[in-house]
Nanobody, 126 residues
Framework: QVQLEESGGGSVQAGGSLRLACLAP???????MAWFRQAPGKQREGVAS?????????RYANSVKGRFTITKDGALNTLYLDMKSLRPEDTAMYYC???????????????????WGQGTQVAVSS
């Protein structure tokens, strides 16, 4: 069982920044991990993903490229999502996800992840 715990959500004005954190067990040292988000009435969508063994291997949704950065601190067993230049359309519940094992290709597909956190809310006002 892999338990994930997100933190760092909140309310911010457009143009602002937030950092999300996801505390993960040490067993995720070899895994694909990702951030997803889900706005009311919309499907859950992948935002950013990373190979935790080779953290230079990342993947981003087009809507967040250049604004969001995903990183993993192996010593702290924590996944981060640094978000800048936030927009009202970034408002959503943000979820951390993990798929243990060799990460052949960081994925943004919901179906590729087995373990999920409870989510942390991000609200961006205009």
């Amino acid at each position: 069982q892999v338990q994930l715990e997100e933190s760092g959500g909140g309310s911010v004005q457009a143009g602002g920044s937030l950092r999300l954190a996801c505390l993960a067990p040490s067993s995720t040292y070899r895994s694909c991990m990702a951030w997803f988000r889900q706005a009311p009435g919309k499907q859950r969508e992948g935002v950013a993903s990373i190979d935790t063994e080779s953290t230079s291997r990342t993947r981003y949704a087009n809507s967040v490229k250049g604004r969001f950065t995903i990183t993993k601190d192996g010593a702290l067993n924590t996944l981060y999502l640094d978000m800048k230049s936030l927009r009202p359309e970034d408002t959503a519940m943000y979820y951390c996800a993990a798929e243990p094992g060799i990460c052949w290709l960081p994925s943004l597909a919901v179906s590729d992840y087995t373990y999920w956190g409870q989510g942390t809310q991000v609200a961006v006002s205009s």
